[in-house]
C-alpha cells in the first residue's frame, strides 16, 4: 500500500530565505507526484506536476525535483515571502491505483515571517 | 471562467439526519472524486466517478453515498451512518489521462449540531 509522508509538518523561516519542502514515498511505481498549496480554510491548488519520466518541473520560484527510485521528491521555493506562508500538501498517484486516485502526504505547514 | 463550485460553504448536522454536499465542474472533466480532510491531516477519498452513471469506492466510503447523473454533477451524501462526519470536504476533477492535475474546490466544512 503506498503511503506518502511529509518532514517536517511544520516550519517556520524569516522572508527572503530559501524553503525546502520533503516529501517522500513507499512504492515507486507512479504516473507521476503533484505539489499543491493550501490556504487555511480553501481548497488545494495545483502548483506542479511532475510525470515519472521527468527529473524536476519548475514555475517561477518554484522548482520540484523528483527521484523515483529513492521515493522522494522535494519542493523549493526561493526567496521566500510572507504570502508563501501556507500549508504544502504532496501527493502521488499510483500505477496500481485504480481511478487515478490520488494518495496524500499530511502536509507541511510554512510561516514565513516578515 | 472555468472552475469547481462546491456548496455551501458550511453546513451543519442534526443526530439522524442526511446532508447531501453539492459539486459542479464546468471544466468538461470526465474523473471526479471526493475528499475528506481532518485536522492537521492529508486527504483521503470517499469515492470517484470516471464517467455518468458509473462511481466507485474509495478508501472511507462508509456513511457516505453519491451519485453522478451529469458530467458536471458530483453531489455527495452524508448519511446517519457516518459517525464522525465532522470534516472538510473537498471535491476535485481531472482530465482524461493518468497525468493530467486534479483542480480543487473551495470545500464544505460539515459540523455537528
Known amino acids: 500500500k503506498q503511503e506518502v509522508t511529509q518532514i517536517p509538518a511544520a516550519l517556520s523561516v524569516p522572508e527572503g530565505e530559501n524553503l525546502v519542502l520533503n516529501c517522500s514515498f513507499t512504492?515507486?511505481?507512479?504516473?507521476?507526484l503533484q505539489w499543491f498549496r493550501q490556504d487555511p480554510g480553501k481548497g488545494l491548488t495545483s502548483l506542479l506536476l511532475i510525470q515519472s519520466s521527468q527529473r524536476e518541473q519548475t514555475s517561477g520560484r518554484l522548482n520540484a525535483s523528483l527521484d523515483k527510485s529513492s521515493g522522494r521528491s522535494t519542493l523549493y521555493i526561493a526567496a521566500s515571502q510572507p504570502g508563501d506562508s501556507a500549508t504544502y500538501l504532496c501527493a502521488v498517484i499510483g500505477i496500481k491505483a485504480a481511478g487515478n486516485k490520488l494518495t496524500f502526504g499530511g502536509g507541511t505547514r510554512v510561516l514565513v515571517k516578515p | 471562467d472555468g472552475g469547481i463550485t462546491q456548496s455551501p460553504k458550511y453546513l451543519f448536522r442534526k443526530e439522524g439526519q442526511n446532508v447531501t454536499l453539492s459539486c459542479e465542474q464546468n471544466?468538461?472533466?470526465?474523473?471526479m472524486y471526493w475528499y475528506r480532510q481532518d485536522p492537521g491531516q492529508g486527504l483521503r477519498l470517499i469515492y470517484y466517478s470516471q464517467i455518468v452513471n458509473d462511481f466507485q469506492k474509495g478508501d472511507i466510503a462508509e456513511g457516505y453515498s453519491v451519485s453522478r447523473e451529469k458530467k458536471e454533477s458530483f453531489p455527495l451524501t452524508v448519511t446517519s451512518a457516518q459517525k464522525n462526519p465532522t470534516a472538510f470536504y473537498l471535491c476535485a476533477s481531472t482530465g482524461q489521462g493518468s497525468n493530467q492535475p486534479q483542480h480543487f474546490g473551495d470545500g464544505t466544512r460539515l459540523s455537528i449540531l
Open positions: 512504492d515507486s511505481a507512479i504516473y507521476n
Open positions: 471544466l468538461n472533466h470526465d474523473a
